[in-house]
Structures are given as C-alpha cells and as structure tokens.
C-alpha cells in the first residue's frame, strides 16, 4: 500500500522539482528511505506532494552517476561537479550507506499555477 512522508528539500532544489527541471532526488541509504517504495508520494518541506515513479539503489555515488542523467539530479551544475557537490553534503561515512535516486513526479502544481 503507497505511503505518504515528508521528505525537507533545500531551497533551490526545491524550486526546480516545483518548475519540473529536477526530477530525481539523491539521498543515501537511511532506513526511512530504503523503505521507501515507487507509487509512495512524498510531502517536500510539508507543502508540494510528488509521487515516487521510480528508485535507482547503488553503492556509491559514482555508481548512481553512471546510470542516472545529472541533468535530472542537478540542472545547473555542470555533470563534472556533482559529484564533489554530492559529497560536500553527504560524507563518506553516509555514503557508504549506499546512494538513492528517487524519481518523482509532482502531483499538486504551485500554487498560482493554471494547468492544461
């Protein structure tokens, strides 16, 4: 059965999930998110709900970055410095948990925004 959780997002990723540029997120291998499924939706920062279409699981980050599009990951930074970004923010200590990338989708447009 699909979950709903609330998963924080920083700012400026945020806002390219919302504008649909960024549509996978990385995390590592935390128990919270190794349970997580595809067709579970995700709260991001308890405002905008995605839903999880699919989950790529590796052992590094240098695994996920040889199958997983960086443009998908990080729109604005070119593909050469993801993989130091991703490190700043997760040392090697949580990196060896594994790397996730979560490919969603977002289900509620924000606010102030018409669709089709």
Known sequence: MPRDKVLW????YLQQILAGRKTVEVRVG???ITR?????????????RVRIRRIGR???FEEMLAHERAGAIAPDLPPG????AL?????????A????????????????????
């Open 9 to 12: 997002i920083r700012e400026p």
């Open 30 to 32: 935390y128990s919270n």
């Open 36 to 48: 997580l499924e595809p067709g579970d939706s995700l709260w991001l920062n308890e405002q905008h």
């Open 58 to 60: 590796y052992a590094s």
């Open 81 to 84: 410095e993801l993989l130091p």
């Open 87 to 95: 490190r700043e923010i997760y040392p090697p200590e949580k990196e």
């Open 97 to 116: 948990l594994g790397a996730v990338a979560l490919e969603v989708e977002l289900l509620d447009k924000p606010a102030g925004e018409s669709g089709p």
